[in-house]
Every structure is written in structure tokens, then in C-alpha cells.
């Protein structure tokens, strides 16, 4: 029985400690990787998507940005709608011009680069595609492919751009309908001046997203700045889905855990009716007997628990290291845009939490043992 | 009769009182004076085990009743008579009368454990009674250890533990051999002798009868004789 509390908990935590991994891996991977924790719009971008809906005072604002000591880093970007023609075929796309520089402090987008250079290559009109999509257009390094997109006076404009570099995010969807520019030959292209459709910052502490957004859109009109839960209602989704699945999860092991108790405890007692029957007997009160089989069954669950937590704790404290591969799945999985190496996290609070909740459990589900116990009669 | 301890009055126990009865007490009147060595004996199912139950307040008279030192006992709550038993009454029983997980010492510290003794005083008198019971070696040996005779030992110091008015033994030889069922009344008597203990046991045993210094015998529910 010991045992089987030990390997139950041990499994449970582990795969709490998994899907709290996965959860936190993804939220972690778009926010580091593309959101970001806030991002500023013009307030009718994210709707309509025109060219024209550009970040009117984009420099006060680049301004604020770069003075408010809550940001860690920020980056401008161009963005457009655009056609990809090769030799092969055309495809829609989503064209995102970056700043070379800034794009790579803020985000992490340049360690998906699986071929060639990040966008700062010595070329003319450099532009990365996802690798998925470079295959179906048959297109490697070097190669040319034609840009079409609409500019800030609603004219069409074409431009060659020359492949510098194959990226592979944790989305196969993603890779496939977009593509990466520098910002500056975007805006070339696009209008007159520069122009921006999207801020993305990074914060020092993500906890003050709610805080920055609040100010920058108090601050400057015209604009929209939304923090993370926001931009992607998918990560919110994710996050409460998360919770969900956590305490479905917890709740299905703490009821397997109170049949276990309850079971063991039954048969235990049912073995020792002769001798609790003699403890009543010689004079050990019912309500001793009462406590005497709530302590047993807690010290049982704790020295079980304690076993199944400590070998949790190191089988979290190693994969958190290594990773649990999913590779099996690893297409399906990164089809939905989700890592397939997980590693696995949980906090001490999280461990605190389960030990006394397993602890309730014990004392809830030898209740009923306890109660039969001082019912067996002395004669 | 002089320091009575135990008196029973029209004592009945009928099982089954609905479907069908048995009657395993009739009116049975007895009374035990203190520093008896008393054997109630009679065939099986004559209802030696009801008897003893009832005077050890392990189960309740269908009516009559049952004082001890002139409290009757019968109209006690559930709860007032286990108490009681845990103050006034040492019992042996025929088996399962250790707690298998503690050793000899252990056990029979248990009991004071329970009546709320000082650690000192448990730990000495258990010493001193498990030594008095020939038992000062094994005395950290678990039940399963001793032999059925040397548990049977163990369950006598624990019942004299108690400091009882006196000590209950239901067929306490019946799964020994020949020697250790001797062994066994040779403690007790000699408890009986130098503290003056009294003892009231049930047996099947004639070498055990023998032994004894009041026989009270028992035909279906009733006293045959006592002598
Ligand atoms: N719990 C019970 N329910 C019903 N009948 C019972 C119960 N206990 C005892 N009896 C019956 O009461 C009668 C007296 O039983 P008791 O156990 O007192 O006899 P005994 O003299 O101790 O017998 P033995 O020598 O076999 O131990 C028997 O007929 C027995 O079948
Ligand atoms: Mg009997």
C-alpha cells in the first residue's frame, strides 16, 4: 500500500509537473518568441489590418519606451498582407518587416533560424521563410522570390526580395504564412516615411504589463497597447486551460488516492477486528480507537507521500533538465504549435499544496474506518 | 459474605430474542469474594463465555444484573463501562490478546498507557510484572516470537497491570500443551497467593479444575454446582 501511494503520487506529480511544463513552455515560447508581453497598435489595426493604420506618433511613443525604467526592450515592426510568388506557385502571406536589431534583443524569433542568417545577411532585400514553406515553393538560399502588398496609398507594389535564411518555429501554420523583412526595406516599399503597425516591448517584470499598457494608452491617443492576455486570447486560453486540466488532474489523483486509503484502511481493519475488539475490551476508549486508526492511516499516506513526492521531486528535478521527449507525437504536436520537449516544472508551493491536500485526503477517507472500528463489539 | 466484589442478580441472557431464542443464561446468582481462585466449568455451550461477559461488562444482561463492589454495572453507559473495565477489570483472553506490532514490554505498558500512568511507573511495574511471570528475557520480543504459553503470560502481567479488583480469563489454557497450561496456573495461583488477586477463569481442562479452589459448574444457562 505503501507502495502503491508512493508510485500513484509519483506518477501524479510527475505528470502535473509536465503539463504545468507544457503550459508554462508555450506561454513562455509566444511571448518570448512573438508577442511579447505588450504590444501598441493603431486602434483599428488588429480589425481592419490597412496599411494606412500605422502607429501615428510612433516616435514619442519609441521615446517613452526607451526612458521607462519597467522595459526591457522593444521593437518596431512594419507589417503588410501581402502575395508570395516563385516560379512554383503564389501563396498568401503575412509579411513582417523587423528591425534587425531591436527584433533580436526583444525576441527569441532569430534561434528559430535553421538555415542561412538572421535578416542582418549582406544582401539586398533579404527575407526568410518558414522552411515548410520554402520546400513547397522549391525554394533554397539565394533564391529570388517576387513580394506583392498594398502601399499606404493604396497602390500595389511588387518587389524581389532574395531568400537569406529558413526558420522552423513550434508552428508549422505560422512558418507557412509568414515571412520575415527588414523593416527598413518594407517601409521603402510601403510609404514615404517610416512606418510602424505594431510595438512590441518587453517588460522587466511581467506582472506590470497591466500597469505599462494602462499608462500608454492614457498617455497617447490614438493608439491601442494590450498586454499579453489580450493580444492572444490563445494564451489566456491556454493559461485557464491549464488551471483546468491541473485540478482535473489533481482531483482524479486525489480520488484514486482516497479509494486507496479508504480500501487498505477497510481491509486492515477487517483483519484486525480481534484485536481491536480486545483494545475495547480491556479498556481502550472508543474515541482512542477512533484516533488511533485516523493516525495510522495518516502516517501510512504521509510516509507514502513523502517516498511518492521525494521521488517526483527528483524525477522533476532531472527531467526539468533533460526535457520528457514527445517525439512520437512530435508532428501533431508542433502541427498545434507546441514544443515537443517538455520540461517539466513545479514550484514548493505546488508540493506544499499537494502534501496537505494529500493529508486531508487521509483524514477524510479513514473517517469512515475509524467510525466502523468503534462500532466492533466486545463479546 | 465478607468483601464481596462481584454479585449477579436473575441473571438472563437470551441470543436471538426474535427468531430463535437461545437461552444461554437463567437466572444465574453467584457472588465472588475477594482473593477467590474460581473455575466456572460445563460442557460447550453451557455458557460459561455469556457469564463471563456479562460480569466483565463486555456485554449487557437481557435482564438481571451484575454489581461490582455494590455498583451495578448493568446500567452503565457504553462509554462509563469501558472505563470501568479499564480500572476494575484484568482480562484474559483465549487468543488475540497481544497487539501484534508491540513487544511483550509494550504491551503490557499499553494498559497504563491508556489509565494515564507516569512513563516511570509504567516502564517499572511492566519490567517487574513480565519478570514476575518468568518473562524478564523476552521482554522485547514481539507476540510472534513467544510461544502461546509465554503470550499467555504476557496477557496475565497486562492484566495485573491494571491494578484490577479482578482478573477474567476465558479458557486462558485451552490452545496450550499440557506443561505451559501448568506453567500458567502456576503464576496465577501464585499471584492469588501472595497478592491476593482474585482470579475467575472457565475451563475445559480437568488438570486445570483440579487446581482450583472454588469449581462452579454450569449445565445449559444454569449452575449445576458450586463447591
Ligand atoms: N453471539 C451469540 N449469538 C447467538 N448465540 C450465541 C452467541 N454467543 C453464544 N451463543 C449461544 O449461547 C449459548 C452459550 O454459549 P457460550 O459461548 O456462553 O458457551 P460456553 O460455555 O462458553 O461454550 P464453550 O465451552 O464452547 O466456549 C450457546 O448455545 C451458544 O450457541
Ligand atoms: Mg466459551
Known sequence: ?379 | MENTIIQTFDLCKIYNPDAVPVHALREVNISVAEGEFTSIVGPSGSGKTTLLNMIGGLDKPTSGRVAIDGKNITGMKDSELIDFRLEHIGFVFQHYNLIPVFTALENVAFIMLLQKRTKKEMDERAKSLLEAVGLGERMDARPAKLSGGQQQRVAVARALASQPRFILADEPTANLDGDSAMNLLDIMEKMNREQNITFIFSTHDQRVIDRARRVITMVDGGIYSDE
Open chain 1, 1 to 379: 500500500m505503501l507502495a502503491a501511494i508512493a508510485i500513484g503520487l509519483w506518477a501524479g506529480v510527475v505528470t502535473v509537473g509536465t503539463m504545468n511544463g507544457m503550459v508554462d513552455q508555450r506561454m513562455n515560447y509566444l511571448i518570448e518568441n512573438e508577442i511579447t508581453h505588450l504590444q501598441i497598435h493603431h486602434p483599428e489595426y488588429r480589425t481592419e489590418r490597412r496599411p494606412t493604420d500605422y502607429i501615428p506618433n510612433h516616435p514619442d511613443i519609441l521615446n517613452f519606451l526607451s526612458s521607462d525604467e519597467r522595459v526591457k526592450a522593444f521593437a518596431p515592426r512594419t507589417l503588410s498582407d501581402g502575395m508570395l510568388q516563385t516560379p512554383v506557385k503564389t501563396a498568401g502571406v503575412q509579411i513582417r518587416g523587423v528591425d534587425t536589431e531591436t527584433e533580436r534583443t526583444t525576441t527569441t524569433f532569430h534561434e528559430n533560424m535553421t538555415e542561412g542568417d538572421w535578416l542582418d545577411a549582406d544582401m539586398r532585400n533579404p527575407v526568410l521563410l518558414g522552411e515548410n514553406l520554402a520546400r513547397d515553393h522549391n525554394m533554397r538560399i539565394g533564391n529570388r522570390i517576387v513580394l506583392t502588398f498594398e502601399d499606404t496609398s493604396g497602390d500595389l507594389t511588387s518587389a524581389a526580395f532574395n531568400v537569406a535564411g529558413l526558420f522552423r518555429s513550434a508552428s508549422t501554420d505560422y512558418d507557412q504564412r509568414t515571412v520575415f523583412v527588414r523593416n527598413n526595406d518594407l517601409n521603402d516599399l510601403l510609404s514615404e516615411e517610416p512606418v510602424y503597425h505594431e510595438i512590441a516591448v518587453m517588460l522587466h517584470d511581467i506582472e506590470t504589463a497591466e500597469a505599462v499598457s494602462a499608462e500608454l494608452n492614457e498617455r497617447f491617443g490614438d493608439i491601442e497597447a494590450l498586454t499579453w492576455t489580450q493580444i492572444s486570447p490563445e494564451l489566456s486560453t491556454i493559461v485557464e486551460l491549464g488551471g483546468i486540466m491541473l485540478f482535473i488532474v489533481t482531483g482524479i489523483i486525489m480520488l484514486a488516492l482516497a479509494f486507496g486509503i479508504l480500501n487498505t484502511m477497510l481491509m486492515a481493519l477487517f483483519e484486525r477486528m480481534n484485536e481491536i475488539a480486545m483494545l475495547i475490551s480491556i479498556g481502550m476508549s472508543r474515541i482512542r480507537v477512533f484516533m488511533m486508526i485516523v493516525l495510522e492511516s495518516v502516517i501510512l499516506t504521509v510516509t507514502g507521500a513523502a517516498g511518492g513526492l521525494l521521488l517526483a521531486w527528483l524525477s522533476i528535478a532531472s527531467l526539468s533538465e533533460r526535457g520528457v521527449n514527445f517525439e512520437m507525437f512530435a508532428e501533431g504536436i508542433a502541427e498545434l504549435g507546441w514544443d515537443h520537449i517538455v520540461y517539466p516544472v513545479l514550484s514548493p508551493n505546488e508540493y506544499l499544496a499537494i502534501l496537505t491536500l494529500v493529508i486531508t485526503i487521509a483524514l477524510l477517507s479513514s473517517v469512515w474506518p475509524a467510525i466502523k472500528a468503534t462500532r466492533i463489539r466486545t463479546s
